[in-house]
């Protein structure tokens, strides 16, 4: 069997966490079996669906690296083929025509409530004979149409979850389509999934209980169906509905933000499944190596900032210089940033600025956040320059021992190790020399080190910076 499977999103607002998780799991399953991942937008919902969602969609796989073999394949171009299957199914007396107005059907619903039924659909129309169906039809009666239902327990294995069952008579007759030309849901989607050959849908639980409709579509036409796999819902911190309280914002908020798609990745693969071999940093390659759709577990999955923040850390800090760069010359989302990589620096000191930023960001725009001092003027208390209990008179000390030392040494001389080596004897207390030289270079109590810093500002810069120290004190 060639796997094929679909991510089939709804262009109806921005693709989120708990939707990109499906299309990762639907990726990395389709590439691990040699597979096809096809992109559908279910766009049948005319009022709701919007290019800019359409266009986010795509953006953001693209962006992640979901690369879909076919697609997008939109549904709002195949209406004719879900016509083909309305008329067949009225043809085979599958399904029918419903005339019942909205007040009608609120009417019995509420009486089976009060009676302490399961509110559905009492057949009411499928009592009708074909001239009184006709008949309404020539007066442009309203009508939706709905699929006949069995009164019967449905039972299939999902992939994940064993045998799962459903007793139908709870169900009713439930309508596919508003009518020949307007098909909803439960009838477009395994319309599709049949004539696109799809092997797998993989989606979330919440669409269990869509799954015995689409079953009974595919029994009506007398189709195979594909397996199921329901994943397991993203929940909150709290055990909670996942909220934008709890980070659940769009994929390209993230991305403006400065998070890297690697972390992104990685963090979804991890929500519902965990590599054989305990490790928690992957690449999109090693997901695809090392994932079994076996391994993914049907509890919930715990969404945690905390562990997203982090892992967006560990991939920054494997991330060459020259690609942060790139990123941002090219992304419009990093306009803003463009003026530190075209500030006076030159492209080396630019790409030695970026390794120290982002050994202490947690993101791509907090890389010149943390080194802000070699692009702004910046002030700071003389307190700050304090170490360890040393009055003010000995930091002082400690800022003229270090300048003549430092304006002894030539420019060319002016790098890490040997700044380190001649700096190392001035003192055996490393903080007497090195704390009160950080804060005049940076004006932070966290920083590089010293050593790293000087040769990016140079020799006159570091000298001017300290001579300011010891007015300060």
């Not at 990726?27 to 669906?49: P, Q, V, W, Y």
């Not at 997203?308 to 991330?319: A, D, E, G, T, Y």
């Not at 947690?362 to 080194?371: A, G, P, S, Y």
Request: charged letters at 35%; glycine letters at 6%.
């Amino acid at each position: 069997m060639i796997v094929r499977v679909r991510f089939a999103p709804s262009p109806t607002g921005f693709l989120h966490l708990g939707s990109a998780r499906t299309a990762l799991f639907n990726f990395i399953f389709a590439k691990k079996n040699k597979g096809a991942f096809i992109l559908r937008i279910e766009d049948t919902d005319k009022e709701r669906s919007k290019k800019e969602f359409v266009d986010d969609i795509i953006e953001s796989l693209n962006w992640l690296g979901l690369k879909y073999d076919e697609g997008p394949i939109f549904q709002s171009e195949r209406i004719d083929l879900y016509r083909k299957v309305i008329e067949e199914l009225l043809d085979k007396g599958k399904a029918y025509r419903c005339f019942c107005t909205k007040e009608e059907l609120e009417l019995k619903r509420q009486e089976q409530i009060t009676r302490g039924q399961t509110p559905k659909y009492d057949g009411t129309c499928l009592k009708l004979t074909k001239e009184e169906v006709n008949e309404k039809l020539s007066k442009g009666t309203p009508y939706v149409i709905r699929l006949k239902v069995p009164q019967e327990t449905l039972v299939f294995k999902d992939y994940l979850r064993g045998e799962i069952k459903f007793d139908l008579r709870l169900l009713g007759d439930f309508v596919i389509a508003k009518n020949e030309n307007e098909p909803l849901f439960h009838l477009a989607t395994p319309v599709d999934d049949y004539y696109q050959g799809i092997t797998h849908v993989i989606r979330g639980a919440d669409h269990i209980s869509n799954t015995p409709k689409q079953l009974l579509v595919f029994k009506a036409m007398g189709w195979k169906p594909p397996i199921y796999a329901h994943l397991p819902l993203i929940l909150g911190e709290g055990g909670g509905k996942l909220s934008k309280r709890h980070g659940a914002k769009s994929i390209l908020e993230y991305k403006k933000e400065g998070f890297l798609p690697e972390a992104i990745v990685n963090f979804l693969s991890l929500l519902g499944w965990h590599p054989k071999r305990d490790r928690e940093v992957l690449t999109l390659n090693e997901i695809i190596e090392e994932f079994d759709l076996d391994d993914v577990e049907v509890r919930p999955a715990i969404f945690n900032i905390k562990k997203l923040l982090w892992l967006n850390k560990v991939h920054l800090r494997k991330k060459p210089a020259d690609e942060i760069i790139k990123i941002i010359r090219e992304d419009k989302d990093f306009e803003d940033l463009k003026i530190y990589i075209e500030d006076k620096y030159s492209i080396d000191k630019i790409y030695k600025i970026i390794e120290l930023g982002k050994e202490r960001a947690n993101n791509l725009r907090e890389i010149f956040k943390v080194v802000d001092f070699f692009f702004n003027e910046f002030d700071y208390n003389k307190e700050l320059l304090i170490w360890n209990g040393y009055t003010l008179d000995q930091i002082k000390e400690s800022l003229i021992k270090t300048r003549e030392t430092l304006k002894n040494i030539d420019e060319e001389n002016f790098k890490p190790e040997y700044l380190k080596n001649v700096l190392d004897s001035l003192s055996e207390d490393k903080g007497y020399i090195y704390w009160p030289l950080r804060v005049s270079l940076t004006g932070l109590e966290a920083s590089p080190p010293p050593i790293e810093i000087m040769p990016i500002i140079g020799k006159e810069k570091t000298l001017k910076l300290i001579d300011r120290a010891i007015e300060k004190l």
